[in-house]
C-alpha cells in the first residue's frame, strides 16, 4: 500500500506557475504508474497527465499540453506537476494517484491509491 500527500497548491494570477508535489510512502514507488487530476466545483474528475514508472512516457490532456509537465523522481519517492501559463479555467482541487501497473491510464478507476487533495486557484 501506498499513501500519498499532495503539496504546492495556492493562489496565483493567470499566467503564472505553480509546482506542485506529490511524496508518496514506502519503498515501492517506483513500482506504480503516477497521474495527476483534478476537479472543479460541479464538475467530474478528470485527467491531467500521467507517467509510467521510469518516467519514459508521459500522457497529457489536450488542455494543458505546452503548459504542464509531469516528472517524477524515485529516488525522493515523488511525483511533480510543474504548471505555467496558469488560467482561470485550471482551477481546482488537484489530486495524485498512484497504479500498480506500468502503463499510462488515463481513467480514474485505473487507479489504486490516491492523495486527499491540493487547492488551485486562478485569479483573472
Known amino acids: 500500500q501506498v499513501q500519498l500527500v499532495e503539496s504546492g497548491g495556492g493562489l496565483v494570477q493567470a499566467g503564472g506557475s505553480l509546482r506542485l508535489s506529490c511524496a508518496a510512502s514506502?519503498?515501492?514507488?517506483?513500482?506504480?504508474?503516477m497521474g495527476w487530476f483534478r476537479q472543479a466545483p460541479g464538475k467530474e474528475r478528470e485527467i491531467i497527465a500521467a507517467i509510467v514508472r521510469s518516467g519514459s512516457r508521459t500522457y497529457y490532456r489536450d488542455s494543458v499540453k505546452g503548459r504542464f509537465t509531469i516528472s517524477r523522481d524515485n529516488a525522493k519517492n515523488t511525483v511533480y506537476l510543474q504548471m505555467n501559463s496558469l488560467k482561470p479555467e485550471d482551477t481546482a482541487v488537484y489530486y495524485c494517484?498512484?497504479?500498480?501497473?506500468?502503463?499510462?491510464?488515463?481513467?480514474?478507476?485505473?487507479?489504486?491509491?490516491w492523495g486527499q487533495g491540493t487547492q488551485v486557484t486562478v485569479s483573472a
Open positions: 494517484a498512484a497504479r500498480r501497473d506500468t502503463g499510462v491510464a488515463i481513467s480514474n478507476a485505473d487507479y489504486d491509491y
Open positions: 514506502g519503498r515501492t514507488f517506483s513500482s506504480y504508474a
